[in-house]
């Protein structure tokens, strides 16, 4: 047995979530697992249908894409994989869609305002909308410049990567990340709710403001904080 | 057998419904069964998905948010149930959702206009929505403060409990209760309805007009009234 | 065994279809079968969830509304069924749904403009739409007035029955018809169809104008004229 | 067995893809599968339920739309099938459908911007909605005509139809195709993805501009190109 098993059985499983929560049709998304002490990470193949999946057709890259076990193509999203597993230590998971309501507003270039005690439950920011990439760097090694074009924009806007861990690419679609796989496809289905509310809040209320900081930072603590009492 | 497995009962099982009337995603919502006898009530513990629950994971907890049996940390929410539990002497069932269209409003900070008879089947009155809390409140013990938010609102407005059963939070999201579990989970479900017929509504016809009070009386009273001729 | 056995299975199982086809949530709505040699109609008993029904717990009711057989509450919308069987007699079934685009128009108050051939391909009409009713019938007998209202709006426009087969009643819901219960549910699930796209054309296209005439009358005769060459 | 058992198979598979899709309802569409060296096509027959079709009772039909096997009357959408086989000569599947957003765009008489690389995944130019027909086209021979409509709308506008792929038809609804019945359904779904998102995205942000050239490129030749890397 591949010691990678553990992994492909992370990706295989986060990816079979994607047709259920409704955040892909066809191919139109992928997750990887990460396994940090072996420097690797199991990313779906590229192009084929989810209900063809198994573990065994995980793909093995590492952190700078080359592949080192599989014998399928990875993803074409494999790149923009391994350079935020790179750069962001802690992560675990990566996860990429094609979702709805998100994909729109990352059509639309504009950062997803947070209106809601949903969104401050699991974010005390905005959703950046990274802007379109440069048009050399769109001729360049296209999927690695998509993510350093993430990792620079958090810089620049002074934005941890754990404070994130959603992120729209602009004309393109959302990235979000985690701790591992499933969260990370957590995230998704997350971002796809809070995508859909916010835009229907600003047609039952074009006037509509942002949430006040008071109720932002006590939702995210209550979940998130020191003395969070979320769970178990 | 413990003494409160009826309501273990009841809440397990409308808290089961809330996937199946796509009301919530993950663990976002929560409900509760009251047994006003035994001063206690049974909630979904916090953070557990619903294809984990059972029965026997409910948790007890009386009127002033003591836990009085159950292993689990209940929902983060059941001191808003303990205060709307002590303070409305009648409820027997309480549900809390983040369903998109209803907490759409509750982010737009707007009450939901009655334009049409499914409305007025169930209320005579706009679906309100009470603002945002003061930000000394929301440093204090906040879920115990949104309680208070509710039933202070509804008396300012004059507004009668049993009327209502149905209300946004402003910036959060609804909360709907009944003379048990099971019909406050159809209070969401109809307020997510109602919430997303009034938004096309809107668009359909922006210089829509409230439904007149004549139509308001009939449809409430055919349902609710004391000569209602619906039902069996 | 009843003599109306064949109209209340014919009732049941068009009642059944409303769930499956997302006209409804609960007991939102009542599909009635006619026997036109026997004069009466089976309808949904009021209140009853779809998945409690069976053709047995169909009411029989005659075209004057009164109960002919059956141990239930006949649907509260019964008088304006009775109605619309007596005055339009080449109707065998009618079909009473709150679907949400449907209702959002009737709440609107606006008839549902012919913008494509899927409208055409069924009605070469807007989709009317009836003003409410006037307080002093209000008050009077409220559903056996709903028939009358939908019928009075007809001959008022001078629009066969035969021809609309859909209606919307204003700040209600729809009623459709045909010739027996299944087409009536299936009507109703055109009109669903046609009432959502109606609003995404004019949210694509503010200034989008009517079907021509030429189309409107192709659409409609290739599948319901003399010379009619759709279906088997 | 007949010697078009195989075509009669993939368009009876292709088109009870259409209900799970979520792009018809009741017999609201057809798909189509050609064997180009017998020169003829298998086709839906009209107005036939997608759960009462089997492989034998698909009709087939040659590039002239005389019926050369079966039973069953063909859809009435025939002719023009057999217009855009005879013209695109390496076209092996066509599919209609009134897929909810796909129409409505078709019905608010607009091409589809390109606005996200979902689309430019897929295509390099926007959706063509075709113009309505002139009167006296329609009052001819209707089916034949749309045909010719769209082959014309193509050749003038210089597009090639292995390109396009996906059009609309002007207050009617979409055509697609590709090399086999399969591609052609695919086409369907990812056209009604993309109408959907380009819809939501004008909402989002009604200054919106279309993708830019550059990134069109690249995302269509990384799915396409001779240096393609996508799929296996």
Redo the contacts between chains.
Sequence with gaps: MSKYQHIKELAYKANMELPK?NLV??T?GNVSAADRELGVFAIK????PYEDLSPEKMVIVDFDANIIEGK??PS?DTKTHAVLYKECEEIGGICHT?S??A????????CIPI????HADHKTVDIPCVP??H?DR??GD?EYETGYQIINYLKEKGLSYKEVEMILVG???PFTWGKNAEKAV?NS??LE?IA??????????PN?TR??D??IK?HFE??HGPDS????
């Excluded at 193949?45 to 084929?48: H, K, Q, R, Y």
């Excluded at 209106?115 to 949903?118: E, N, V």
């Excluded at 859909?196 to 209320?205: D, G, P, R, S």
């Design positions: 929560l049709i066809f139109f193949p590229s192009g084929v399928l193509r074409s094609h709805t309501y994909t729109s507003w990352a059509q639309a270039q504009r209106y809601g005690t949903t379109p990439m048009d769109i001729k296209y004309n393109h679609a957590y289905a997350v709710s859909q509310m916010a835009l229907l809040t600003e047609q039952i209320n509509v949430l006040k008071s109720l006590k209550r979940k009492y979320y769970g178990q």
